[in-house]
């Protein structure tokens, strides 16, 4: 008999974050496994028909354009309920006390199904659940997220532990933190199964990475000229950074360590940074945009879904001084793309990497420029980093992780 599968996805709605890229992944290959005999999604309380379609369409859309809130789920309007109460901590108190109790009574006659809770938190429920930690920054580095967020998963993780049967981290360093943090947790309870890049992270021609950047260029909200100007993208002429605008990406300290590169440096290879404007970031955008005037950064607030892979497939160097990462997808999509990694020395990091990437200090300027400036000139390093993140891109594999999260369910099967 095959598994009964009740889905959280209340990741699943645009703009995807990391966490939404591993609910998409899974999600997709669940619906047609043949060991799944039934998938039902659940999110804020309500059930869903699947938002796979109306979720793919979307990430071709800016996240506030018509066409994207033309089909956004319902639940949506819940989420952005949520998201406005965030800031207010005695809306989240009473949110903890009374969400779980509300879901719960909604999902109750499925004590055969399995729960799977992709976004940490799990409801009351009858039957067997699986919940999927990422990481635990707001244990180790509060000042990482707003207040009101450290309240919430303060609040809301250690019940919903007690809900869970089985926890899946992202990676090892994050499975060695949970047991450190949660000490009673017995470790065959606690399972490590690696990300992966999506198939269409790859390297590609010049001929077909230019029309992406143009496209890219031309993207409403990314250009600052005017229309007729020529694309500044050059493939294989740029250095790269994605992720969300926050203070755990470390943004600042890349903009400190750039800006002290020799001019010449700067000018032919400037720096592109993708990514959404996230918490406490108002004073990083405003250097954004002062180095935009100097001419050696560009800044791509929306890049689609699919003129991401071009864009780092045309990137001469990946960046990525996170602070601290549960796992950090960035890293293997760039090593996947056949392009040199920078990243750092800490949490996840250097395990994702796996000896294929230049890692630094994220907490010392003159690191992080320093290894700038030699993985720009040193074309050895540079061949050699190709060939070594290549290999070790093909170590992850969406396939192998949703393989090992069915088996995770098959040891809960009633």
């Known amino acids: 008999m095959g598994i009964d599968l009740i889905f959280a996805a209340d990741a699943l709605h645009p703009p995807l974050t990391g966490i939404g890229r591993y609910s998409l992944e899974l999600a997709r290959r669940l619906e047609h496994s043949d060991r799944v005999a039934r998938m039902r999604y659940f999110a804020m309380g309500q059930w869903l028909p699947s938002p796979i379609a109306s979720l793919e369409r979307n990430l071709e859309q800016p996240p506030d354009s018509a066409a994207d809130l033309s089909t956004r789920p319902a639940s949506d309007t819940l989420q952005r309920w949520r998201r406005q109460l965030s800031g207010n901590r005695v809306a989240v108190r009473a949110y903890h006390a009374l969400s779980p109790w509300l879901f719960g009574w909604r999902l109750r006659g499925n004590r055969n199904a399995i729960f799977h809770a992709p976004n940490y938190f799990v409801p009351p429920f009858d039957g067997r659940t699986v919940s999927t930690v990422h990481d635990l920054s707001h244990i180790r580095h509060p000042e990482f997220h707003p207040r009101a967020r450290v309240d919430y998963m303060n609040l809301a993780l250690p019940p919903s532990l007690r809900r869970t049967d089985h926890v899946i981290t992202v990676s090892q360093a994050t499975r060695q933190e949970f047991l450190t943090l949660f000490p009673h947790w017995e470790e065959d309870r606690v399972t490590a199964i690696l990300l992966a890049a999506d198939a269409a992270f790859h390297p590609r021609s010049t001929e077909s990475i230019a029309p992406a950047l143009h496209m890219l260029h031309q993207t409403p909200g990314n250009r600052r000229t005017p229309d007729a100007s020529p694309c500044p993208l050059v493939p294989g002429r740029y250095s790269l950074f994605v992720g969300t605008i926050e203070p755990r990406k470390n943004i600042d300290r890349l ?123 040193d074309t050895g390093w540079r061949s050699h980093a190709i060939q070594a993140g290549l290999q070790r891109a093909s170590q992850f594999s969406w396939d192998t992780c949703v393989a090992q999260t069915i088996g995770t369910y098959q040891k809960l099967s009633p």
């Not at 250097?287 to 800044?299: F, K, T």
């Not at 602070?323 to 020395?345: K, R, W």
């Open 255 to 377: 903009l400190t360590a750039y800006s002290q590169l020799p001019q010449t440096l700067r000018r032919e290879y400037p720096l592109v940074i993708a990514g959404s404007q996230g918490w406490q970031s108002e004073s990083t955008h405003r250097r954004i945009a002062q180095a935009q005037d100097e001419g050696w950064l560009h800044y791509l607030r929306f890049v689609p879904q699919t003129l991401l892979p071009h864009l780092y497939a045309g990137a001469a160097l990946f960046i990525y001084p996170s602070l601290y990462e549960g796992f950090g997808l960035p890293i293997v999509e760039a090593m996947a793309s056949g392009v040199p990694v920078i990243t750092s020395a800490t949490s996840s990091m250097p395990e994702v990497a796996g000896g294929a990437a230049r890692l630094v200090n994220p907490l010392q300027t003159e690191d992080i420029r320093h290894a700038i400036v030699q993985c720009l000139e």
